[in-house]
């Protein structure tokens, strides 16, 4: 998807162009090729890297990629491959389908339909027969002649720490590497710690190679801007006090305040307090936690209460004794290795290497935590 035809206008954006600017920068500088940037949920990274910084990019003219690793996490390798080509011209992406063996024919036909030569391009980068690696190298050796730059960026990069994609994480970062010039990549996720373990740890192949940092959180001049807007367009006004309230009661998530604006929109007769009584109930209703949590088979609550504590021995003999007693039946380690599964396909859990997982969702493991203790 090109970046401007997937975005439409928000007119409630609060643009951060300093903050763009920054960042770029520091590229121009050329002290570093990458960063890693960290927020917890729902603070606004997406937001900002694709309204703010990949448009400030292409106006320093950067050609612009972004790729959201979630959204793919069974296959990052063609997702990366599919953003790079998107941000190169058509020719480009004719002679990568070229080089893939894709029919002229065929690449002609799909220029009729719906989403032409790039719809095509995701079609046969999906396709069972191509091999990722193969396709990365082509879409690079087509990068590699622009005369432009590419700032790439990669949301939602712990995937890559996955053990699964350890082969792809290699290959990408041989592949950025030699190009330390010409790309400029912006590593952004919400689980610090798997973050750091990306590239903290001498036995990731992402071992130092971003400066790991916490990204700028909003604050004031977004919810002044927010009110404003609100007041431009309600019959009742609020004012900032009321504004910054509201924030502040909402833990400073913008999610959650544009959420409390929504219902004060909608509401307004009923004042801001109710407003925010009732986003405050359906936002930190940890009832959204307890709904997952009872979801869960007792042998994964057992697991899950285990990585929350930082446990790491879950398959050992002392941790299927463990699972054993708290189970009240004999457990196995077949026993623990099922649950492990499980959570991993409800994505609740990461592995980052044999005998290594995560709780994706800090704030669940978090909730965990509280629940579970004091120790039993
Ligand atoms: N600059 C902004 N202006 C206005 N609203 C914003 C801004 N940034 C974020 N928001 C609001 O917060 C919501 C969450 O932002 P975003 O999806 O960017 O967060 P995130 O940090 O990427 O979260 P996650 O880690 O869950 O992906 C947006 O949908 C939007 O409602
Ligand atoms: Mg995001």
Do not use: C
């Not at 649950?339 to 493991?365: C, H, K, M, P, S």
Request: glycine share 4%; charged share 30%; aromatic share 8%.
């Amino acid at each position: 998807m090109k970046l401007h035809e997937t975005l439409q206008p928000d007119p409630w954006h609060f643009v951060r162009p300093e903050l763009a600017d920054a960042y770029l920068n520091a590229f121009d500088l050329k002290l570093s090729s990458a960063r890693g940037l960290f927020a917890r949920r729902r603070m606004g990274k997406t937001e900002f890297l694709r309204r703010d910084l990949l448009p400030a990019a292409q106006q320093r003219g950067y050609l612009a990629a972004y790729t959201n690793f979630w959204d793919s996490r069974s296959s990052p390798a063609s997702a990366l491959v599919s953003s790079l080509a998107e941000a190169l011209e058509p020719q480009g992406i004719r002679a990568v389908l070229a080089k893939l063996g894709t029919p002229v024919r065929k690449v002609k036909a799909s220029a009729k339909i719906p989403g032409g030569i790039e719809g095509a391009l995701e079609a046969e980068l999906s396709a069972p027969e191509v091999d990722p690696g193969v396709a990365l190298r082509e879409v690079l050796r087509q990068l590699d002649r622009q005369k432009k730059p590419l700032l790439l960026v990669i949301d939602e990069a712990q995937v890559l720490a996955r053990a699964e994609h350890a082969e792809f994480a290699h290959a990408l970062r041989a592949a950025l590497d030699v190009r330390k010039d010409r790309i400029k990549v912006i590593f952004a996720g919400s689980s610090e710690t798997t973050l750091r373990e990306m590239f903290a740890r001498a036995s990731e192949p992402f071992y130092n190679w971003a400066a790991l940092e916490p990204f700028p959180l909003l604050g004031d001049e977004f919810v002044a801007f927010t009110i404003k807007l609100l007041n431009r367009m309600a019959r009742y006004r609020l004012t900032l006090e009321q504004g910054r309230h509201a924030f502040e009661e909402l833990h400073r998530t913008p999610e959650f305040f544009k959420r409390f604006v929504e219902r004060y929109m909608l509401y307004q007769l009923d004042g801001d307090e109710a407003a925010l009584s009732h986003t405050k109930a359906s936002v930190f209703s940890d009832e959204n936690f307890l709904k997952q949590w009872t979801a869960m088979k007792t042998a994964d609550q057992i697991v899950i209460a285990q990585l929350a504590r930082g446990e790491t021995d879950i398959h050992s003999a002392a941790g299927v004794k463990r699972l054993t007693q708290m189970l009240g039946r004999v457990a196995t380690k077949n026993t623990a290795a099922q649950a492990l599964r499980r959570l991993q396909a409800q994505n609740v859990v990461t592995r980052l290497a044999v005998g290594d997982y995560r709780i994706e969702d800090e704030a669940f493991a978090e909730w965990i935590r509280r629940r579970i203790a004091p120790r039993r």
